[in-house]
C-alpha cells in the first residue's frame, strides 16, 4: 500500500532548518551539508525529516533505515522492507512509500517549450504544441513531473532518455506508454500550488498527506 506524504517547507525556508540536524540519519546531514545555499539545505533537511517521519509511521525501526545507493543512484533502505521515493521544490517536499518500487516528483512549472523540444517524445511536443498558448506552461508542467516520476520508479534517473516513453495527458489524468519494464506502471497527479505532483506506481491510489514543518 502506498503512502504518500508532503511537507510545507515554509517555516524552514525562513530559518530553524539547522534544528532539524540532529534528528536527521548520518546520510542525509551529510547530503544537507553538502549544498552551498541555504534554501537548498533547508528543503534536503525538510525532506529528510518527512522521510523519517514517513519510516515511523510506517514501523520502520530507527535501527534499520540505514540507507545505500542503487547502480543508478536512487537511494533505498540496506534493510529492504519498504521502498521510498523523495523530491522537494519551492516550498513543498514530497515523500511516496510503497511495498513495491514507486517514484514522486514535485515540480515548479518551469519547463519550457524548448526544453520539450529537446529532451520529450515528439507525439508530447505536438501534444503541447496543440494547446492554447496559456494552458502550455501547466501541460509541461504534468508531462516534466509525469517523466520524473517515472524514471525514479525505476531507479535509472534522466539515463533512461526522456524521449524513449510516452505520457498522454487527459483532462482528468495522464496515461505512460512504455516498455522499458513489464510492472504495470500507473501515474497519479496531485495539484499543490504553486506546484504538481506526479506518483508513479502499481499499486492503487493514495491520498495526498499535507504535513507541516515546525
Not at 10 to 26: F, I, N, T, V
Not at 154 to 176: I, N
Amino acid at each position: 500500500m502506498v503512502q504518500l506524504y508532503a511537507l510545507d517547507l515554509q517555516p524552514l525556508l525562513a530559518g530553524g532548518w539547522e534544528d532539524l540536524m540532529p534528528q536527521l540519519s548520518r546520510w542525509r546531514q551529510k547530503k544537507v551539508m553538502s549544498l552551498c545555499h541555504g534554501a537548498d539545505r533547508a528543503r534536503s533537511a525538510g525532506a529528510g525529516w518527512l522521510l523519517d517521519y514517513a519510516l515511523t509511521e510506517a514501523g520502520i525501526p530507527r535501527d534499520q533505515r540505514a540507507i545505500q545507493l542503487q547502480p543508478g543512484g536512487k537511494p533505498e533502505l540496506v534493510r529492504g522492507g519498504v521502498h521510498f521515493s523523495l523530491s522537494h521544490a519551492g516550498p513543498w517536499a514530497v515523500c511516496a512509500l510503497a511495498d513495491t518500487p514507486v517514484g514522486v516528483d514535485v515540480e515548479l512549472p518551469r519547463c519550457t517549450m524548448a526544453t520539450a523540444r529537446r529532451f520529450f517524445a515528439p507525439a508530447e511536443v505536438a501534444q503541447v504544441e496543440s494547446l492554447p498558448e496559456q494552458a502550455r506552461p501547466d501541460a509541461l508542467l504534468r508531462l516534466w513531473t509525469a517523466k520524473e516520476a517515472f524514471t525514479k520508479a525505476l531507479g535509472q534517473g534522466l539515463s533512461l532518455g526522456l524521449s524513449s516513453f510516452e505520457v498522454r495527458l487527459r483532462a482528468d489524468g495522464a496515461d505512460l506508454i512504455q516498455r522499458a519494464t513489464d510492472l504495470p506502471y500507473r501515474l497519479e497527479e496531485y495539484p499543490l500550488l504553486p506546484s504538481r505532483v506526479c506518483l508513479c506506481t502499481v499499486e492503487p491510489r493514495p491520498a495526498l498527506r499535507i504535513l507541516r514543518a515546525k
